[in-house]
């Protein structure tokens, strides 16, 4: 029934769990490039409490919570003092050693100077707090969605994105860092200063701006607010994001704060107080979403892209073509269809490996994938390294294209 514990040279050995190699992620900052004013404000943002010390000297921080009871920071309030830089040592060795989600927090601050956007949901709790999976994926779900809609807005204005811009939005998204979904009812998301600062702004900007246009329509019965709100950053993206954090709760707030170090950016209150969101907020919420989808305009582009895909019923007449977009419009593809000699020609220039160039309008209905009216189909001249590249994809799809292009 039992084996010998002895290796198997025939079963793989089991992989190490991946650990972080050595770096700024696996050790504490250097005390020396720590400001005591940036960490003791980080620990009071984070609930630690200020139990007392020397005024002007030092404080005393406990953890919060019932963790706080046997634990304590003596950390300077300067660097006028010789004992200063041991001290913070001393504190940030504390803090890694601890096991509290807020000392966690509190080094993240410290190792990329970030501005917090925080997220709560008052939603029932589970035995020992736990929250149901769905909870947390809903939490997560909207909190990604949100930051996409900030991100989104940081590059330009609009009531409704669709497929635009979102491929760089998404990408600004790839250095931000979060912590855990404690419960399903709080989430914090650290977005780092030098990159991430416009999508704070412009998240903080814009949740004040749908308050405000949400406030205007349970009060009057009016969307224009709205319609302004979109200067702001109010965007379908956003309505839908807020939708998502509130539904199926009582009620849902979020908060940015700013990094301690770097100041309160223009325009911008300090300390920003949360903006809360209710149930009651959802009809609106709604409308408001519907309303910046439909009257989001069509776009008038002249868009340079290479052919990836074409399709016709028959031999002869207008088909459907897909291309990938090189320059033009934000957007990765867009789809459209093409008179007789339109299609000929642009089938003609993905064999030879060139991309075309076309315009037409960008429509909004199905997120501005599709182009109409597309007309003056012409093929563009391209780098080498580009056409290497043209034709290496012609050649992995030639027997799709031979096909698709027969009889022209």
Known sequence: MHRPFEHDASVPAVRPHPAPAGGRWSRPPEPSRVDPAVLGALLARHGWQRRGGAPGRYARWTPPGPDGAGTSLLVPESRAFPDCE???????????????????????????????????????????????????????????????????????????????????????????????????????????????????????????????????????????????????????????????????????RVAVAWAPGAGVPEGCAAPAEPVEFSPGDLAALREAGARYLRDEPSVPVRITGAVVRMRRSGPGGEGAVRIRVIAGAEVPHVRMTLDEESYRIAGHAHLVGLPVRVHGRLESRGGFRRLTGATGVVPVQVDEAERDRLMKSLQENLDFFEEACGGD
């Open 86 to 252: 041991d001290l913070i040592g001393e504190a940030l060795l504390a803090l890694s050693r601890s096991s509290s989600p807020a000392a966690r927090d509190v080094l993240v601050g410290l190792a990329v100077p970030s501005d917090e956007i925080h997220w709560w949901r008052d939603v029932p709790v589970g035995p020992a707090g736990a929250a149901t999976w769905p909870a947390e994926e809903q939490l997560r779900s909207a909190a990604r969605q949100m930051l996409l809609a900030g991100a989104l807005a940081a590059r330009g204005r609009a009531g409704y994105y669709g497929a635009r811009h979102r491929g760089p939005a998404a990408a600004s998204l790839e250095h931000v860092l979060v912590g855990p979904a404690t419960g399903g009812r709080r989430l914090t998301a650290f977005v780092p200063v030098g990159a991430g600062r416009p999508l704070a702004v412009r998240l903080h900007q814009a949740l004040y701006a749908v308050r405000e246009a949400v406030d205007y329509q349970r009060a009057t019965g009016g969307m224009d607010a709205f319609d302004g709100a979109v200067e702001a950053g109010a965007s379908h993206e956003l309505t839908e994001a807020i939708v998502g954090l509130v539904r199926g709760t009582e009620g849902a």
